[in-house]
């Protein structure tokens, strides 16, 4: 005799959360892992945030709370994870940028994957000698490419103070730059 299925309407509410935080999660891991990179400067520690990041996503989903614009969501969880991973650990060794880095494969020239490293190596460094809320806004507009909205969502700050932050930001990289490389 034929067995008959029958879903009820949490199983139909469930497979819908779970296609939608896939949808999220293969849209956007990426992003969070090299955003993770960026403020961690540690492949491991970034990996266990990524994940925590989408673990509390989840939540929000099965939760069925209103998620207006997942993206600046998902990067405000991570933001917070960070800062939460920084209060907990006072000694922070940080590994090697380079180490296990998510870039090592793209180039196959093997100078030009060295050059790359360096080269990003000194951004980050020098990105790192800005105040904390400006290096953050600077790395979601130009490396994770937000709109100021966005951003001023992920950091909980009005757009226009966001505005103030990337452009006065920018100046000072910039006399840090200058000051690099005399």
Not at 44 to 63: A, G, N, P, R, V
Not at 80 to 86: C, K, M, T, V
Not at 91 to 97: A, G, Q, T, W, Y
Not at 121 to 127: D, F, G, H, R, S
């Amino acid at each position: 005799m034929p067995t008959c299925t029958s879903y009820t309407m949490k199983d139909v509410d469930t497979q819908q959360h779970t296609e939608q935080f896939m949808e999220y999660y293969e849209k956007y891991s990426d992003d969070i892992f090299r955003f993770c990179m960026v403020k961690t400067r540690n492949r491991s520690q970034s990996l266990d945030i990524t994940q925590d990041t989408f673990m509390k996503f989840w939540e929000y989903i099965i939760k069925g709370s209103d998620i207006e614009n997942e993206r600046p969501l998902l990067y405000r969880i991570a933001n917070n994870l960070i800062i939460d991973f920084y209060r907990k650990k006072k000694d922070i060794l940080v590994e090697n940028f380079s180490d296990g880095s998510y870039n090592d494969y793209l180039h196959d020239d093997q100078q030009s994957r060295m050059e790359n490293k360096i080269d990003g190596e000194k951004a980050i460094t020098l990105l790192h000698k800005l105040p904390t809320l400006t290096r953050e806004i600077i790395s979601l507009r130009f490396i994770h490419d937000f709109s100021i909205t966005e951003i001023a969502k992920v950091v909980n700050k009005n757009p226009k103070t966001v505005s103030v932050y990337l452009h006065r930001g920018l100046k000072k990289l910039q006399h840090i730059l200058n000051e690099y490389e005399q």
